[in-house]
């Protein structure tokens, strides 16, 4: 639905505010955006479970990636900055310098904390440590973190249009009924996601792409309760070999007198 909305050409109006919202920018300077990933996703299995992105160009060059990611996998500053550095330096054709290099963007939307800071948003550049001086404007980096909506220790001013924005996309009813009041752009969105809600094939996508990502999450839960496990497992056998009763084990890791038991004679089959 966020690809139908604002990875479409013909539905730009609602792209250009939402970059304007995040930006910071008047609309004016957002039109001639082209679209440079418009297709929508056709094959979910190669699609990167609970990531989508929207890759746009500026007239004057400047390249913005958007992407909606609902699962935390982790190390998200990272992955950022490596997705960041392949748009930046994939610029470059051979035999051309570094004057054709443009500005380029990331906006990440994430279902997850991924900062401490008190902010819905927050925006990252290069500057020295002391001054504060911006070395270069060609790279910014934006997350707009969804879960932050909800904290009542974060401020939030309900008119401002970036606010608005990421409420769209959050997705409660509610809420956006009374969005589209307020935000004659939001009312235009909101009307996109009324008709792709009723057509059958796209709501079969979705279903389709909703459970792939309910996969992938199973998967990651189950992965941390294995290493939870292990972690168990390697802590019984050092108590072991201090010689501790099983009564004690049992308090320091969790495991019952039978798994103790099985550890104890896995590790005696191994001396042997």
């Not at 996969?215 to 108590?239: S, W």
């Amino acid at each position: 639905m966020f690809k139908y909305i604002f990875g479409s050409q013909q539905h730009k109006r609602a792209l250009v505010s939402f970059l304007s919202a995040v930006l910071r920018l008047p609309k004016e300077e957002l039109e001639g955006l082209e679209i440079l990933n418009s297709e929508l996703i056709k094959n979910h299995k190669k699609d990167k479970k609970g990531v989508l992105d929207v890759r746009v160009k500026t007239k004057d060059g400047k390249e913005i990636d958007i992407e909606v990611q609902i699962i935390d996998s982790g190390y998200m500053a990272e992955r950022t900055l490596f997705y960041w550095s392949k748009m930046y330096t994939q610029q470059l054709e051979s035999g051309l310098d570094y004057t054709h290099l443009k500005k380029c963007i990331t906006i990440n939307i994430v279902d997850f904390d991924v900062t401490p800071l008190k902010k819905l948003s927050s925006v990252y550049h290069i500057f020295e440590d002391e001054t504060k001086f911006k070395l270069t404007d060609v790279l910014e980096i934006h997350f707009l973190e969804l879960k932050k909506l909800y904290n009542s220790e974060i401020p939030k001013d309900e008119n401002d249009p970036l606010v608005m924005w990421m409420e769209f996309i959050d997705g409660k009813r509610e809420v956006i009924d009374v969005l589209s009041k307020k935000n004659d752009d939001i009312n235009y969105a909101y009307d996109l996601l009324k008709i792709i809600s009723k057509d059958k094939k796209a709501r079969m996508e979705y279903e389709s792409r909703l459970a792939a990502i309910r996969d992938e999450m199973t998967r990651l839960h189950v992965a941390k309760e294995e290493g939870k496990q292990e972690g168990k497992i390697e802590v019984a056998e050092n108590l072991i070999n201090l010689g501790l009763d099983v009564n004690t084990i049992i308090k320091a890791t969790g495991l019952t007198e039978e798994e103790i038991e099985r550890i104890r004679k896995e590790m005696k089959n191994k001396t042997h």
